[in-house]
């Protein structure tokens, strides 16, 4: 279930039916940013707050080839950035992530996910408050969501032996991806003195403990 049950989908804005204007490349991998994994390679979804520092954290990770920031699991077709800001959109902010499987795995993937956010703070990221600041998994495949729902548990018994809340992280499969607007495409890239508001718990995620 949505964490977004404050919002009913006829309550949602409109949207609209065409696409937002993204351009195709990724200036820092140079790859195409709206191609899909090829066979050595898998597609994931992450949500962990302002999506200009969490695309930042993946691109700079091994194995990564490609990322692009956009929006997911709220009502509103093709949204804008200000739009997915008033709430109104049920959307959060996320980062499509494809890595190379023979070069990183998807737990190391997951595990810089738990490590670079707080799970824990429902619709919100250290000062940025917001439906469209909360934490969540998306997958394309039942395999990934099943090892997405492992790691949540594994990395939830380290939160909780030290001292820490529930994950309200979303774990679901993904429905529909928007891209977000070309500006705020590896944003901090284009603007290095730009915002960036992620923290991490400080709670290292296990890798292959049982």
């Not at 899909?36 to 080839?65: D, L, Q």
Request: net charge negative; aromatic share 12%; charged share 25%.
């Amino acid at each position: 279930m949505k964490n977004i049950n404050f919002l009913s989908k006829e309550n949602a804005l409109k949207g609209r039916s065409e696409p937002i204007f993204t351009e195709d490349t990724n200036i820092v991998t140079k790859e195409n940013i709206k191609r899909h994994a090829m066979p050595s390679e898998k597609e994931i979804y992450f949500a962990m707050g302002c999506y200009w520092g969490a695309e930042r954290r993946f691109w700079n990770t091994a194995g990564v080839k490609v990322t692009a920031v956009g929006f997911a699991g709220g009502y509103t077709p093709n949204p804008t950035y200000k739009e997915v800001c008033t709430g109104q959109t049920g959307h959060t902010e996320v980062v499509k992530v494809i890595f190379n499987t023979n070069e990183t795995s998807l737990p190391e993937v997951f595990k810089v996910f738990w490590e670079s956010h707080d799970p824990t703070q429902g619709m919100r990221q250290g000062n940025d408050i917001g439906t469209q600041y909360r934490s969540a998994i998306y997958t394309v495949n039942d395999d990934d969501l099943e090892t997405a729902l492992k790691s949540r548990d594994d990395y939830q018994k380290r939160l909780t032996e030290n001292g820490f809340g529930k994950i309200t992280t979303e774990v679901e499969p993904l429905e529909t991806f928007y891209f977000a607007e070309t500006e705020h495409q590896q944003y901090l890239h284009k603007n290095p003195n730009g915002y960036c508001g992620l923290a991490g718990t400080g709670i290292s995620c296990p890798i292959g403990l049982t």
